[in-house]
């Protein structure tokens, strides 16, 4: 007889564990918008969530640890005059985050620190090129300021948040609904899925197709894609008999799947989520109550299956921390923030270890907060990969850093082709928005003391005549 031989991995008892009820976020009317985004991003300051709100689109932004019961009345970042479809942190820096509306525009903006008094209403700039809706952001992994959207005019605009000014517009590549958008490691290439059935790989700076392949999937409904780490294409779509499959490719050889494996019978859309330092990807369903995940290595099969974790809650959407976010002295490998209908449930992927000391084999180096190039590098054609960080004295998020938007001068720049512009909230640096802060903070309070000084007045006139009255 022969022994079946147990495949070695490090990762193979990776387990799946929510936190406790207290260290959950509570009252949180979550967007109910159909639209395939996770709804939630998260880094290791903050927990950004698109949710319900009246007359536009807004979303709430929370500070990691105040966790409980969120108060009704916490300050949303509104600008949107529709509805929020996606929000991207930015990587380099913890206090910007982007977001896309339904409006047609993209606005960037700066979360203080604290909490601030009253709604965040003034994006530090606001990105206008689509004519359709943007459903879709994305951050240049290594360039400063350089900022992905994808509408449903079909069209992928590169913008250099900085100057706010339009640097690449990919037209009449997608004949179709853009479904996703994906940076490689080094941000030289984009991967885009359609409802055209097409696979792309960009060079965006070329303005060419590098690669296509069509119907990686033989099912109607939405494929995505994601770059792996080796350069390899991972897809989740459906196959004819609407089972979900999951694909792995060689983009220079794109007739063959290097892997292909059906899974189930279910209609969400699996949103893949990478680790390119552990190699393992994580599909969770809009709608399933459960995260596969499995290991993608040079060996057959490939794409080998680790685990599921599940729980009884149908997810919302969900939140994915960056690793120099995760708390390495419990061998965490991955957290996922699981949004329901009303909260947002932290889930911790952890690899059982008996030693306390740092596992430098679950924690490699891993892309820092530096970006590698700056955005003007990055468009004259430099790549360079990101700059790396050792986690094993943990990360300490740094403090506040000012995104300033300098406008060119329009006089010395030629304006983008056709109706298509940006603008900032002012046209020379933006004041510093920590500042703005602090001194609408005073102006509240002022107004508030300036309220309670009138009616102590009222009151005491009050008390006169009826003192007067007496005598």
Same mark, same amino acid.
């Given at each position: 007889?022969?022994?079946?031989?147990?495949?070695?991995?490090?990762?193979?008892?990776?387990?799946?564990?929510?936190?406790?009820?207290?260290?959950?976020?509570?009252?949180?009317?979550?967007?109910?918008?159909?639209?395939?985004?996770?709804?939630?991003?998260?880094?290791?300051?903050? %927990?950004? &969530?698109?949710?319900?709100? !009246?007359? #536009?689109?807004?979303?709430?932004? =929370?500070?990691?640890?105040? /966790?409980?019961?969120?108060?009704?009345?916490?300050?949303?970042?509104?600008?949107?005059?529709?509805?929020?479809?996606?929000?991207?942190?930015?990587?380099?820096?913890?206090?910007?985050?982007?977001?896309?509306?339904?409006?047609?525009?993209?606005?960037?903006?700066?979360?203080?620190?604290?909490?601030?008094?009253?709604?965040?209403?003034?994006?530090?700039?606001?990105?206008?090129?689509?004519?359709?809706?943007?459903?879709?952001?994305?951050?240049?992994?290594?360039?400063?300021?350089?900022?992905?959207?994808?509408?449903?005019?079909? %069209?992928? &605009?590169?913008?250099?948040? !900085?100057? #706010?000014?339009?640097?690449?517009? =990919?037209?009449?590549?997608? /004949?179709?609904?853009?479904?996703?958008?994906?940076?490689?490691?080094?941000?030289?290439?984009?991967?885009?899925?359609?409802?055209?059935?097409?696979?792309?790989?960009?060079?965006?700076?070329?303005?060419?197709?590098?690669?296509?392949?069509?119907?990686?999937?033989?099912?109607?409904?939405?494929?995505?894609?994601?770059?792996?780490?080796?350069?390899?294409?991972?897809?989740?779509?459906?196959?004819?008999?609407?089972?979900?499959?999951?694909?792995?490719?060689?983009?220079?050889?794109?007739?063959?799947?290097?892997?292909?494996?059906?899974?189930?019978?279910?209609?969400?859309?699996?949103?893949?989520?990478?680790?390119?330092?552990?190699?393992?990807?994580?599909?969770?369903?809009?709608?399933?109550?459960?995260?596969?995940?499995?290991?993608?290595?040079?060996?057959?099969?490939?794409?080998?299956?680790?685990?599921?974790?599940?729980?009884?809650?149908?997810?919302?959407?969900?939140?994915?921390?960056?690793?120099?976010?995760?708390?390495?002295?419990?061998?965490?490998?991955?957290?996922?923030?699981?949004?329901?209908?009303?909260?947002?449930?932290?889930?911790?992927?952890?690899?059982?270890?008996?030693?306390?000391?740092?596992?430098?084999?679950?924690?490699?180096?891993?892309?820092?907060?530096?970006?590698?190039?700056?955005?003007?590098?990055?468009?004259?054609?430099?790549?360079?990969?990101?700059?790396?960080?050792?986690?094993?004295?943990?990360?300490?998020?740094?403090?506040?850093?000012?995104?300033?938007?300098?406008?060119?001068?329009?006089?010395?720049?030629?304006?983008?082709?056709?109706?298509?512009?940006?603008?900032?909230?002012?046209?020379?640096?933006?004041?510093?928005?920590?500042?703005?802060?602090?001194?609408?903070?005073?102006?509240?309070?002022?107004?508030?003391?300036?309220?309670?000084?009138?009616?102590?007045?009222?009151?005491?006139?009050?008390?006169?005549?009826?003192?007067?009255?007496?005598?």
């Amino acid at each position: 007889m022969s022994r079946r031989v147990v495949r070695q991995s490090k990762f193979r008892h990776v387990f799946g564990q929510p936190v406790k009820a207290d260290q959950m976020y509570e009252d949180i009317r979550v967007s109910k918008v159909t639209w395939d985004s996770s709804f939630c991003a998260v880094n290791p300051k903050f %927990l950004a &969530i698109i949710v319900e709100s !009246g007359g #536009g689109g807004a979303f709430m932004v =929370l500070p990691l640890a105040k /966790t409980g019961r969120v108060d009704k009345n916490h300050p949303l970042v509104t600008g949107h005059t529709a509805p929020v479809l996606d929000i991207d942190w930015c990587p380099h820096n913890d206090n910007v985050i982007a977001s896309a509306s339904e409006d047609t525009t993209v606005m960037v903006w700066q979360i203080p620190d604290y909490v601030p008094v009253r709604s965040i209403t003034e994006p530090v700039v606001t990105l206008e090129g689509h004519s359709k809706r943007v459903g879709i952001i994305c951050w240049h992994p290594t360039a400063r300021n350089v900022l992905l959207s994808a509408g449903c005019d079909n %069209l992928v &605009i590169l913008w250099n948040v !900085g100057t #706010g000014e339009m640097l690449l517009a =990919l037209e009449d590549m997608h /004949t179709d609904l853009i479904y996703n958008v994906g940076w490689n490691r080094n941000g030289s290439l984009l991967v885009t899925t359609c409802k055209d059935k097409k696979v792309r790989v960009i060079d965006p700076r070329k303005q060419t197709v590098v690669a296509e392949r069509f119907a990686p999937h033989e099912g109607l409904r939405p494929v995505r894609a994601i770059f792996t780490r080796e350069g390899h294409i991972f897809t989740t779509g459906f196959t004819r008999m609407s089972q979900r499959e999951l694909g792995l490719w060689d983009p220079k050889n794109f007739e063959e799947p290097i892997a292909l494996q059906e899974m189930d019978t279910s209609n969400g859309v699996l949103l893949p989520f990478y680790d390119a330092d552990s190699s393992i990807v994580y599909l969770c369903g809009k709608g399933d109550s459960s995260i596969r995940y499995f290991e993608i290595t040079d060996e057959a099969p490939y794409v080998h299956y680790l685990n599921t974790y599940s729980s009884k809650e149908p997810q919302r959407g969900m939140g994915f921390m960056p690793k120099r976010g995760l708390d390495v002295s419990k061998c965490e490998i991955a957290r996922f923030f699981k949004l329901h209908e009303r909260k947002c449930e932290p889930i911790v992927m952890t690899v059982p270890r008996k030693s306390d000391l740092f596992q430098d084999d679950l924690y490699p180096d891993t892309p820092g907060p530096e970006p590698a190039l700056e955005a003007d590098e990055w468009l004259s054609g430099k790549d360079a990969e990101p700059i790396l960080i050792s986690l094993r004295d943990g990360y300490v998020p740094v403090k506040n850093r000012e995104l300033k938007v300098v406008k060119k001068n329009i006089l010395d720049s030629k304006p983008p082709p056709g109706p298509r512009r940006s603008h900032s909230t002012s046209n020379a640096d933006i004041s510093t928005p920590a500042l703005d802060e602090v001194l609408e903070e005073i102006r509240v309070l002022k107004e508030t003391v300036q309220a309670q000084e009138k009616r102590i007045s009222a009151l005491e006139q009050k008390l006169c005549q009826f003192t007067n009255g007496t005598d």
